[in-house]
Structures are given as structure tokens and as C-alpha cells.
């Protein structure tokens, strides 16, 4: 689609871009879908063939898994807690160094990456899903 990303591999960036900020910078540990590195992570470059990539259920079946930890976690948070720093390399403290940075980032990550899938659906020829 013009150089645009494939629904598949948003669904999957978002995937492993949420289990690095919650499992890697905020709890310190592993990112749970290393797996999904080499496809999916920020610098890999999108093919439009879907077959390159998990299929949709797959992928959704994971994000359903982090979404889960994510708010989980979030339910133990107070407000205080949201000032808490991460475990987010140096050079990406400035945008993940707190818990509350990196819940912001993943809003916003979804909301950004859900504007190209409405794109990807409006190139492809498919009516608006609202409005």
C-alpha cells in the first residue's frame, strides 16, 4: 500500500512495543515475545505480503495477553507510583524514564498506529468503520 504498514505487522509492533515497555522498562525483565523481535520491533522495515508475518489471530491472541499484564498492572499502580523511574536504557529515559511515561507512550503508540491501519483500509477501498 505505498510504502504504508501491513495490518499484520502494526498489530504485531504494538505486540512486542508493549511487552518492552511494561516486561523490559517498567518491571525489568525479559520482553515476553522475543520472538517477535526480528519482525516487529521499531527499525524493522514492513513488507505488504501478509504471509510474512503470524497470522491475525496469533497476533491477537497475544496482544490480548499484554494488554491483560498491562492493565493487571496498572490496577496496582497508585498515583505516586506513576513517578516511579523505569528501567529503560539511558538513551530513552527521556521518553520512557518514568512508569507514567511509558503508560502515555502506549496510548498514544495505539492511537498513532490505528490512524495507519484506517488508511491501509481506506486504500484498499474499504468504507470507514465510523463516521
Known sequence: SAG???PL???GHLVYAESNLLDMFI???ANRFAELQEKF???TTPTANAGDYPSMDEL???FETIRAATLAHLATLSEADLDQPTHA???LKQFFGTVGACYSAMAVH???HAGQV???RRAVGKPPLMG
Open 41 to 43: 520491533d521499531a527499525g
Open 27 to 29: 518491571l525489568g525483565q
Open 118 to 120: 484506517a488508511d491501509v
Open 9 to 11: 505487522w502494526i498489530l
Open 110 to 112: 495505539i492511537a498513532f
Open 89 to 91: 536504557p539511558e538513551e
Open 60 to 62: 491477537l491472541g497475544k
Open 4 to 6: 504504508g504498514n501491513h
